[in-house]
């Protein structure tokens, strides 16, 4: 075993053939996952139900390691598939137990013989005192590392982020603009509010889309500094892949092809719903505001964001279906036990359409939390992707330029961001805003 600088890290020997079997047992598992159209975290989460055969949100939740929030999310899509029932007791509310349906029990069948399969084969060319002599040697070398590990659980100091205390992360404050939908707006939203509140503040957009679109829109290379991985593992600061951008006080910490293992790299990691919170601990002392992109869907990625975020903003389409997701957020943020507002807005509405009026007009009214702004539909916004830049930075005067501008207002009164405009930094923002 070795490493130098330069040079891949390999290992040899048993090292290296225990890291292959984990490594094509795990690639196994993947494709079982996906040929199924569930996550890796929802077939974690189906194995445990059909070890255990029933067993409660709040157990399912300490095994793997997320809130009751986002197990609550993943048993309800896995209930909406056919796979999981729910089974409430009668007479208590709080005894709720999740089980496989017979669907449920078919696949996982169906997955265990898959299994058993693979690996009959992959063994056909041992005789049967070899293969005994392997269980029995997996086995006691299973159940060591299991130990071993469990004593070596530790939680390592972030680079840079560490010995920090909380009074900057306290007054530096997240925006997370989140939705279960996709193509709402987030992205959309997220620059442009980020670009408002740069107005004043020293703001970071972190981008968690490994789509990058918001690390697009401000022209920055999408290069995070050994990946995301590095990132979420402390070894690389967040500071080192922060990229400026074209407008003063406006930062950028890029996502790139890394952030699609990021659910995956925070699922490994320990305390793997607060990750993305400690590092931002790491850089609290360099902004006033960070806005986190996210990506849609319920996924470990989101329940962190959401951890981390003092308000988190909502765009809605105007659709009948739209207050569902909204529902979702409201829903998942509830259950993180957290009473962080949540602010929702109309956007891509086309008032020349009935039915984007109504929905327009009666949403504000139905529900508290959908504030009185509404982004129109206009090529001014899809402009945004060509121009790469947002959208009051090149056509200032415009509805919705002012709009963004509207829903930053009521997002900082939100925050309680009192905070007058800090030391300039870099470049002067364009004259055209
Ligand atoms: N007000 C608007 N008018 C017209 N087009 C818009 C408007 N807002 C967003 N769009 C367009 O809709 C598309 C989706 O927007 P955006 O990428 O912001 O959504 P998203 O929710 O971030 O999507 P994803 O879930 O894929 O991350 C983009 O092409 C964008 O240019
Ligand atoms: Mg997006």
């Known amino acids: 075993m070795y490493h130098s600088e330069g040079t891949p890290h390999t290992l040899s020997g048993f090292p290296a053939a225990a890291s292959e079997f984990v490594s094509a047992l795990d690639g196994n598992r993947r494709r079982i996952a996906e040929r199924a159209g569930v996550s890796g975290t929802e077939l974690r989460a189906l194995f445990r139900i059909a070890r255990l055969v029933s067993i409660t949100p709040k157990d399912l939740a300490t095994y793997l390691g997320m809130t009751t929030g986002a197990v609550t999310a993943i048993s309800r899509r896995l209930v909406d598939m056919g796979l999981l029932h729910r089974i409430d007791h009668p ?30 084969a992959s063994t056909a060319a041992l005789d049967a005192a070899q293969l005994e002599a392997f269980t029995a040697a997996l086995t006691s070398v299973a159940a060591e590392v299991r130990v071993r590990s469990a004593q070596a659980l530790r ?25 279960t939908k996709g193509g709402v707006g987030k992205t959309t939203t997220a620059v442009n509010l980020a670009w408002e509140a740069s107005r004043n503040s020293r703001v970071l957009l972190w981008d968690l889309d490994p789509q990058g679109a ?35 006080r406006l930062d950028v910490l890029p996502a790139d ?21 400690r590092i931002l601990e790491s850089v609290a002392k360099d902004y006033d505001v960070v806005v986190l992109d996210c990506p849609p869907g319920s996924s470990l990625v989101a329940e962190n964001a959401l951890r981390a975020a003092d308000v988190v903003i909502v765009p809605l389409v105007p659709s009948p279906l739209s207050l569902r997701s909204l529902d979702q957020v409201v829903s998942i943020v509830t259950e993180s036990a957290k009473s962080t507002p949540i602010l929702a807005f109309l956007t891509m509405v086309d008032r020349r359409k009935t039915g984007h009026r109504a929905a327009a007009d009666s949403m504000h009214d139905a529900r508290p939390e959908v504030l009185a702004i509404s982004v129109p539909a206009t090529v001014v916004v899809e402009r945004m992707g060509a121009a790469r830049a947002p959208v009051a930075a090149f056509a200032p005067n415009t509805i919705a330029a002012r709009a ?16 007058p405009a800090t030391k300039p930094t870099k470049k002067s923002h364009p004259k055209s805003r």
């Open 214 to 248: 918001a690390t697009f829109v401000l022209n920055v290379k999408p290069k995070v500094k050994g990946g995301v991985n590095s990132l979420v593992s402390g070894k690389t600061g967040a500071a080192a892949s922060v990229k400026a951008t074209a407008y003063e």
């Open 91 to 120: 007479g208590d509310r709080r005894s709720l137990y999740l089980e496989l349906t017979p669907h449920g029990h078919d696949i996982m069948g169906e997955i265990h013989r898959e299994f058993n399969d693979m690996l009959s």
């Open 155 to 179: 939680p390592r100091p972030l680079a840079g982020g560490g010995a920090m205390t909380t009074p900057y992360y306290r007054r530096m404050k997240v925006i997370t603009v989140y939705s």
């Open 257 to 277: 092809e890394s952030y699609r293992d990021l659910d995956l790299v925070l699922d490994a990691a320990k305390k793997s719903t607060h990750r993305l919170a």
């Open 404 to 419: 963004y501008e509207d829903l930053w207002a009521a997002v900082a009164v939100a925050v309680h961001l009192t905070k």
